[in-house]
C-alpha cells in the first residue's frame, strides 16, 4: 500500500510527526490552547451509537454534549470501554472544542475512561484521527487541519482508542462546542 507522509504537525504544541498513515489519512493532537475574543457556539443535530442510562435522573444521553455545562456528561453505552461507539453533529464554525471526560468531579473524572483518540470523519468522508490529551482542560482542533472546508461539515467522532479509568469502563465525554469570532 502506497503510503503518503501526510502527518501534520501541531504548530502550536511543538509535537513532531509520529507515524506515516495510509490513505492520505492525518493525524493530529488537539491543543489546550485556546484563541481569544472567540465566541462559544452550540453544535447542533447531536446525535450517538449508544449512551448510558443508570436510571431516569442518571440519563448520559447525547445532549449533554451540548447542554453548556461541564458536570454533565456524554456517557457511551455499549459493552467494555465503547470502542467504536460515536458521536455526531454539525459544526457551526471549523473549530470544535471539547472537554474530555467526566468533569463532575476530579475523583469522577479518574475513575472513569477518557477518549484518547476520535477517528474523525467530516460530511461522511473518514479524515483522520484526533488525538486527546488526558486532561481537563479545554482542547480545540481546527477541521481545516483534516481537509480543506467548503461549507460546515458535519462531524463524526468515533471512539478508537481511551484512557482507562481507575474504576469503571465507562468513557465520557462531558463538552463539544464550535468556536467562532
Ligand atoms: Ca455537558
Redesign the pocket.
Known sequence: MKMKTLVYCCLLCGLQPALLLAQNQIETYASSLQPGNMMALSIEDVRSSSHLKESAVLDHKVA???????????VEGAAKQGIGEWIQFRAQTQQICM?NGF?KSKALWAMNSRVQSFAISLDGEPVGTLLLKDNMQTQCVDLTRFKTLSNLPIVKLTIKGVYPGSRFEDTCV??IWSQGG
Open positions: 449533554n454534549l451540548a447542554d453548556g455545562r461541564i458536570a454533565t456528561a456524554w472537554r468533569q462531558a463538552e
